[in-house]
């Protein structure tokens, strides 16, 4: 089995570390920086993540350069199926929401459930979602109607193929499961794999997320930063961090999986490829730090072809958090004005980078004021320290099997809810129940025109008791037929498993 895993091995052996370790307040601190930041840097960067030149930026938000929160408005669900829908200030995107769903899948014990997260989770994400891509909502459609377990969740719909899938999606919530295991690497790679794969099966998401993870472990247990000993580190993670993956059963039947209808080549050679990619994006911060900011966008091609890229979209991170180490926020800053890129997301990865390490002072305090369910995002924080202290193993038990037709029926409850019950019974201020958020207040309810004729969208915005708040949104025609529910493949999958 070792043998037909050898893509995953390397002649390199990882040096000890040098890392200090840090005491529990000092570790808390950065946890609560490193999710607080990393949300701030999603909610600055949205509103810029579609301008591409500063005349636009100024005639949208009044603005050349973006340091605060902004109200801003956006057009959701495109051009036949649009409507404008003003965003509040402070308010993040589907990276920071799908970042708390991931942390929602971690348990007492600090493992990941990735059943929940690719049965529960993901399928409701869909209908609340911000600002989600394509990939990762053909991913969620498709796991619910199969009959296959996540881990085979191989999709091809039109122009989006699983295989081919190396966005940053993944790397972009893996930030919780870096944090719970900033004292097991081992596990650390293995849940940020499991992770990955349920949306991404390309290994520029897969390792992107995972030295992307690993840089937070890192910075998490550092007390003295040295740009040459981090430099050191990436280059053993990418060379490594997918060695300890070899003795896992599931590794080798996924990647059988893959390779069965594989067009352009094995996994084994993409991986490679990737690989050697991240070297050269490793070496380029090394020559062109201090240089020119936008010299490194343009060699990792991240305004053009690359622009979402789970590789190139990290390393930028990398070199925008070297390039400010000691003027952090203004990295941040650069990621979010860095038109033409992926801003918000980019951003959000050297927002994590910079609270990994300096913690939660590394932000204005305006910043986290102002920030959408700032006290959710800490509260997650907390449940995360305890999680590595010990202190939340009461009541938690081992990740066990997971009834998938039970998991649907709530989702199917939900959905016929959301479009009927919930919409012609309940009003604002009225109370709802959520599969995955628990009890919640309807704070505003309203119909939206969109361009398509005999259509309108309807919004429910609900604050949710344990912290989050949410914009519930379908489509329904004048018939009342609501567009993209999954209720009928629900029900399909509940009659048949």
Request: aromatic share 12%; charged share 25%; with cysteine.
């Amino acid at each position: 089995m070792n043998n037909q895993l050898n893509f995953l091995d390397s002649d390199n052996k990882k040096s000890d570390s040098n890392q200090l370790s840090q005491t529990s307040d000092v570790l808390k601190d950065k946890i609560r920086g490193a999710l607080v930041c990393s949300a701030v840097g999603d909610a600055l960067g949205w509103p810029t993540e579609f301008g591409r030149y500063p005349s636009i930026v100024h005639k949208r938000f009044g603005k050349n350069y973006l340091t605060d929160y902004i109200e801003w408005e956006k057009v959701i669900g495109g051009r036949f199926w649009g409507y404008r829908e003003k965003i509040k200030e402070g308010s993040y995107s589907d990276d920071t929401q799908l970042t708390l769903a991931v942390a929602r899948c971690i348990n007492g014990y600090g493992e990941f459930d990735a059943d929940k997260f690719a049965y529960s989770e993901l399928p409701l994400w869909l209908s609340y979602e911000r600002g989600g891509g394509k990939t990762i909502k053909t991913a969620a459609r498709v796991i619910v109607p199969s009959k296959k377990e996540w881990l085979f969740n191989f999709y091809k719909r039109g122009e989006i193929d699983y295989r081919y899938a190396g966005a940053n999606g993944a790397a972009m919530r893996v930030l919780p499961i870096a944090l719970v295991n900033v004292n097991n690497e081992k596990r650390l790679y293995t849940d940020v794999f499991k992770n990955a794969i349920i949306t991404h099966g390309h290994p520029r998401a897969i390792l992107g997320a995972m030295i992307y993870a690993s840089a937070i472990n890192y910075l998490l247990k550092e007390s003295k930063f040295n740009k040459e000993n981090f430099y050191n580190y990436i280059r053993e993670v990418i060379e490594i961090s997918t060695s300890s993956l070899k003795e896992n059963d599931w590794v080798y039947k996924w990647t059988q999986e893959w390779d069965r209808k594989a067009i352009n080549g094995k996994f084994k050679e993409e991986f490679r490829k990737t690989r050697n990619e991240s070297k050269e994006y490793l070496k380029g911060i090394k020559q062109l730090l201090s240089v020119d900011d936008k010299e490194y966008y343009y060699l990792t091609r991240a305004f053009d072809e690359y622009r979402g890229s789970g590789i190139s979209t990290v390393f930028i991170a990398f070199y925008l958090f070297l390039e400010y180490l000691d003027n952090p926020k203004d990295g941040i800053f650069k990621a979010v004005n860095m038109l033409g890129s992926d801003t918000d997301t980019i951003a959000s990865f050297v927002g994590g980078l910079c609270g990994a390490y300096y913690g939660l002072s590394v932000i204005h305090k305006n910043l986290i004021n102002k920030l959408q369910d700032k006290d959710y995002i800490l509260k997650i924080a907390e449940q995360l320290h305890n999680i590595i202290t010990g202190e939340s193993l009461i009541n938690h038990l081992p990740i066990g099997y997971i009834n998938r037709k039970e998991t649907l029926m709530k989702i199917l409850a939900w959905e016929i809810g959301l479009h009927e019950m919930f919409w012609e019974a309940l009003s604002e201020g009225e109370q709802i129940t959520h599969p995955a958020l628990g009890k919640g207040k309807i704070i505003r309810k309203e119909i939206k025109k969109i361009q398509r004729e005999g259509y309108v969208t309807k919004l429910i915005e609900v604050t949710f008791d344990c912290g989050q708040t949410c914009v519930f949104h379908s489509k329904v025609s004048d018939a009342g037929e609501v567009s993209e529910s999954l209720s009928r493949d629900l029900v399909k999958n509940i009659v048949t498993l």
